[in-house]
């Protein structure tokens, strides 16, 4: 029997705050009654704020992020479009999979899992294609299976230096509401994310904000599409409606979990991770370990992903701290099993949490036959802590 709490430290599903748990416990309602929209149309407005886009069009899919990365793509695109796609770990392997199998001629630069998108070599690309045969260029803005952030900003940059018209695509499943997005400023066209990362919700909706630039291509587009039809959301979504039933329950969940966030306020949000991620980075150093991420420039404040020695199977730490110590950790994926164990450290989380589970991943390394120190990655972690916390209270200080 497992007593006590069960430690989440994967980066998703993560932990649901307890007041939105609370939020999701309605009765069911008449999801065409009159004052439906009461509920439905204020997350359209906030999402657009998480989002940073002011004329973006939110839709809310019932559904997982891949579901919104399959409307994305189903909504804008032709059959043989060529699309330019970067495949540097397991999410953006799958959403470049996904792209051929829809029928899209996919153009793919293959990085080393740990490399960020490589901005260049995107450059390059781009220049050659004057006539612009390149439809779309996908990032995929936080590579969770590596836990390497890149940078969008770059390849908008890169796109605008040779005036390539092509559509921005940013999967930002674990990014947005965690890590700073800026639709607008970014000129992205299509934002994907997912209920269950940062927005702290249980898994169930498939998040997309959509530019005009990309409203206008979804009525040309000829790929075939039904149930993620734009149009039929955007027809009904203005006035609070759905064309099919919604999950009422995970609006009610959405509308605690942005109110929190708001509360926080979105650069205090962002700067938290930061801090967060800086503590199980500085234990993953004291143990004398890697990161999978080629450079602290492209470190990931949501999920860090850990390389440990070859004498080390990292899957017996991954079932070690879950049988023993009560802790998911993160797997490795696809060609990283046994060799990668991650932290997630995102959404509803504190200081505390993140020890909790650098502490049980060191008790599950030395019972897997790692020689690091009981309580090293702890003690450089809460030594993080409590120093950037002194500078944070020195700054309330002198507001
Ligand atoms: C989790 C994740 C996905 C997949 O989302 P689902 O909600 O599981 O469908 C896609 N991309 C990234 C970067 C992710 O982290």
Known sequence: MRTGITHLAIPGPTNVPEAVRQAMNVPMQDMRAPDFGDLTIGLFSDLRRVFKTA????????????AAWEAAMMNT???????????????????????????????????PWGAGTPVSEFARILGNDAEGRIKAVFVTHNETA???????????????????????????????????????????DLAVTGSQKGLMLPAGLGILAVS????????????????????????????????????TQLFHGLRKSLDRLFEEGLENVFARHRRLAEGVRRAVHAWGYDLVAEHCKIYSDTVSA???????????????????YN???????????????????????NE???????????????DAGATIDLGSGVAAAQCWYRESRQVRQVALAAE
């Open 352 to 366: 505390v949490m993140c020890l909790a589970a650098i502490s049980a991943a060191e008790m599950a390394l030395v």
């Open 212 to 247: 005009e630039k990309a409203m206008a291509a979804s009525r040309r587009a000829t790929l075939p599409r039904a149930y993620f039809r734009f149009e039929d959301m955007t027809a009904v979504n203005g006035d609070g409606y759905f064309p099919y039933t919604p999950p």
């Open 327 to 349: 802790t998911s950790l993160g797997t490795g994926l696809g060609p990283l099993a046994g060799k990668v164990f991650r932290i997630g450290h995102l959404g509803d989380l």
């Open 55 to 66: 004329n973006g069009t939110v839709i809310l899919y019932p559904g997982s992020g891949t």
């Open 77 to 111: 695109l032709n059959p043989g479009d060529r699309v330019l796609m970067c495949r540097k770990g397991q999410f953006s392997m799958l959403w470049a999979r996904m792209a051929e199998q829809l029928g899209l001629e996919v153009e793919l630069v293959d990085v």
């Open 146 to 188: 590596t836990g390497v952030t890149s940078d969008v900003a770059a390849i908008r940059a890169v796109m605008d230096d040779v005036y390539h018209e092509a559509l921005l695509f940013v999967d930002g499943v674990s990014s947005i509401a965690s890590i700073d997005f800026r639709m607008d400023e970014w000129r992205v």
């Open 306 to 324: 850990i390389r440990v020695p070859p004498e080390v199977d990292a899957r017996d730490v991954i079932r070690g701290a879950y049988v023993n």
